[in-house]
């Protein structure tokens, strides 16, 4: 749900329920397929968005994935709000409904809905060895994003690893950003799916 090619409805189901319903959908596709892989080597990989459900994945499910890498990964929505060039993104996936036409702060009830959906809340659960993969100069989802997780998985002793690339941003596209940091994620997780 929340992408195109089923209809509006389906398109619109998304905001709103933002670290559950899209969650959900990716468990759903998980367990429809068991049997067809080991579930002691699975693994999960994600960018942006991608990376907000990696994390939510690994957080909320410990006990499904041995390994996650994340790409410049939304970890707080509500940390992010005030620092990113779409913090009607924020809003409206956090919350469902914004005012396209009007700019106004968010409340502490909206504040309380943007923590709410976000995965730093699960970060206490993870198991899984993760790799965060950011661009220093993100003005999408800025690196303090991708930090905070790390700092949050780190300060409990857990396995994870930061690769930060200070002249790339969003994409992770530069050509020797991209090259190091795809063979980074095929060595991890060679290493962690042993």
């Known amino acids: 749900r929340g992408s195109i090619g089923y209809g509006q409805e389906y398109l619109e189901a998304l905001p709103g329920n933002i670290g559950r319903m899209d969650v959900d959908d990716c468990m759903l596709a998980l367990s429809s ?22 994390c939510h994945l690994v957080g909320q499910f410990p006990d499904k994935f041995k390994a996650g890498v994340m ?9 992010m709000y005030a620092v990113t060039d779409i913090p009607d993104w924020c809003w409206y996936e956090a919350v469902g409904d914004y005012d396209f036409d009007t700019y106004k702060p968010a409340s502490k009830e909206v504040m309380n809905a943007m923590f709410d959906c976000s995965p730093l809340q699960h970060s206490q659960n993870v198991t899984a060895s993760c790799l965060l993969c950011l661009g220093a100069k993100d003005l999408r989802v800025p ?14 002793g857990h396995d994870v690893k930061c690769k930060l690339y200070p002249e790339d941003c969003h994409p992770l596209a530069e050509v020797e950003t991209e090259f190091d940091h795809w063979c980074e994620v095929g060595e991890f997780l060679k290493a962690k799916l042993r």
């Open 33 to 54: 397929t068991a049997g067809e892989y080991d579930p002691n080597r699975v693994a999960v990989c994600g960018g942006s968005h991608g990376g907000f459900l990696a």
């Open 71 to 79: 790409r410049n990964p939304v970890t707080d929505v509500s940390a």
């Open 143 to 156: 690196v303090s994003q991708g930090l905070a997780y790390y700092h949050a998985l780190k300060g409990r």
